[in-house]
């Protein structure tokens, strides 16, 4: 029997030729008991089956979105949604059970909120029993801005007000992998009062295909390239000292990560492109390079830059 609640929850699930995993995505939103629900699938343009999965779920629509990746897939979702409350959900990973109606009973106790935040864990996909890789505990108030911009923004663990989209816009489309953290660096900026929740709440799949778990230079490049480009547009917007600080020294970082790991495959290119771009926003970022390094330790990054280079070593441009 279903519990009758307050609040229409809308789940937005971007999805492209992810049939195997959707199924465990939608049926963890059915096995919520909660109503009212609609849970909204933006499908790419896949052709391996999703159409119709999905017709075998009541209460459950699918949208067809030309392939422009998976953030103006949720920008469609979330404009077409009719919950009050929003929730992002990623057709690889699932949600634990029961928590609609906690998020649903936690707004309706705390009017003044806009957003809800659960744990996180991920897991590694494929083995016989499953093994939790890492687990993220909601983090607190005070440390918001700082867990956004340095840490794992996690936005699958979160439930938003839909004021906070009318209030605060969309995802920005410049970016095709950071813009999730982009986003809720905007939330943080804006202080939005928000209240966490001490129990897990969404299950992160780690796979071969995952963007974000991956695990190839590629694809780390890519986001770190990304990231910078975050980091240089929020320093050209700073709004104090505060922030200027905040972005500069979060770019000082990103850009050293991304040298050290390009030295590491040999992917000389990038490294200096990310010395130019590094030393061009802070004169002692050659300091702070040469410091990671020693740390970091040269005969460790020696031996990797001299083993054969493999197919996953591929250089992105910076």
Request: net charge neutral.
């Amino acid at each position: 029997m279903l519990l009758v609640n307050l609040f229409k929850i809308s789940i937005i699930t971007p999805t492209l030729n992810r049939v195997k995993y959707l199924s465990q995505a939608i049926e963890s939103v059915q096995a919520q008991n909660y109503t009212p629900v609609e849970h909204i699938v933006v499908d790419g343009g896949s052709t391996d089956g999703t159409t119709e999965l999905v017709a075998k779920y009541p209460n459950t629509i699918l949208l067809h979105e030309s392939e422009q990746g998976p953030y103006a897939a949720l920008n469609k979702g979330i404009q077409i949604c009719s919950g009050e409350i929003i929730g992002l959900l990623n057709s690889d990973d699932y949600y634990d059970t029961g928590v609609f109606s906690l998020v649903s009973d936690t707004f309706i106790g705390r009017p003044e909120v806009m957003a809800v935040l659960g744990g996180s864990q991920v897991f590694r996909d494929g083995e016989v029993e499953r093994k939790t890789q890492i687990i993220y505990p909601p983090y607190p108030e005070e440390k918001f801005i700082d867990s956004v911009v340095f840490g794992v923004p996690m936005i699958n663990a979160w439930f938003f007000r839909r004021e906070v989209f009318r209030r605060f816009g969309l995802f920005d489309l410049r970016y095709q992998l950071a813009a999730d953290r982009d986003f809720m660096i905007r939330l943080a900026l804006e202080r939005i009062p928000y209240t966490t929740v001490m129990r897990n709440f969404m299950n992160y799949r780690q796979h071969p295909d995952s963007l974000t778990f991956e695990g190839s230079y590629r694809t780390a490049s890519r986001m770190l390239t990304e990231n910078c480009r975050v980091a240089r547009n929020r320093l050209a917007e700073a709004k104090s000292e505060y922030e200027q600080k905040l972005f500069s020294s979060w770019h000082r970082q990103l850009s050293i990560d991304h040298a050290l790991m390009a030295l590491q495959v040999r992917d000389f290119r990038t490294a200096v492109q990310c010395a130019r771009e590094g030393t061009r926003l802070d004169a002692a970022w050659i300091n702070s390079f040469l410091l990671a390094l020693i740390r970091g330790g040269w005969k460790r990054i020696r031996l990797r830059l001299f083993r054969p280079r493999s197919e996953s070593d591929e250089p992105t441009a910076l």
